[in-house]
Each structure stands twice: as structure tokens, then as C-alpha cells.
């Protein structure tokens, strides 16, 4: 079981940046898909953004496209979630899953192992 470790979130005002991280530990992650979800508070958890095994595909909500980029460093095996251009609307609990399989899925029961969460709060 993997066991995912999500960092780099906090309290920025609207418009400014910051970098999520995802250290997954037990295991490399290289073989399998990753994603970046959200929730909300009083809202249902949403998604963010996937990256396929190999790093050549990526998928982003509709809300987040063209603010966010996910990527990952297989040396660090480590996967990030770079924010950009925030929102107040932006503030969410962020979660990291693992998908064991390659390819890149946006509904979160297709992930098998979640983090715990990172609090991303834009301030307006």
C-alpha cells in the first residue's frame, strides 16, 4: 500500500502562486497514474488535474486549466501540482491519490490510495 505525503500548501493572497507536492513512500510511483483533487468546505471533493504514468499526458478540470500544471520528477518520485493565478474559490483541502493503473482518470473511484491532505487558502 502506498502511502502518499502531500506538502506546500497555506494561506496566499488572490493571484499569487504555490506549489504542491506529493511524496508518495513505500514504493516508487513511476508505474502508476497520479492525480490532484480538491474539497471544498460543505462542497463534494472535486478534480483537479492527472498525470499519466509516463508523464506525456495530463488532464485539468475546466476551472483550473491554464492556471495549474501538474508534473512529476521520477528521481524525486515526487509529483507536483503548480498553482498559479489563485482564486479565493481555489480554497480547498488538496489531496494526492495514486491510480495503479497508466491511464490518466478524472473520477475519483478509479484511485486506489489517497494522502491526507494539504489547506490551500486564497485570501481575497
Known amino acids: 500500500q502506498v502511502q502518499l505525503v502531500e506538502s506546500g500548501g497555506g494561506l496566499v493572497q488572490a493571484g499569487g502562486s504555490l506549489r504542491l507536492s506529493c511524496a508518495p513512500s513505500?514504493?516508487?510511483?513511476?508505474?502508476?497514474?497520479m492525480g490532484w483533487f480538491r474539497q471544498a468546505p460543505g462542497k463534494e471533493r472535486e478534480f483537479v488535474a492527472a498525470?499519466?504514468?509516463?508523464?506525456?499526458?495530463?488532464v485539468y478540470a475546466d476551472s483550473v486549466k491554464g492556471r495549474f500544471t501538474i508534473s512529476r520528477d521520477y528521481a524525486k518520485n515526487t509529483v507536483y501540482l503548480q498553482m498559479n493565478s489563485l482564486k479565493p474559490e481555489d480554497t480547498a483541502v488538496y489531496y494526492c491519490?495514486?491510480?495503479?493503473?497508466?491511464?490518466?482518470?478524472?473520477?475519483?473511484?478509479?484511485?486506489?490510495?489517497w494522502g491526507q491532505g494539504t489547506q490551500v487558502t486564497v485570501s481575497s
Open positions: 491519490a495514486v491510480d495503479y493503473s497508466r491511464v490518466v482518470h478524472t473520477t475519483e473511484t478509479q484511485y486506489d490510495s
Open positions: 498525470i499519466s504514468w509516463s508523464g506525456g499526458n495530463a
Open positions: 513505500g514504493r516508487t510511483f513511476s508505474s502508476y497514474a
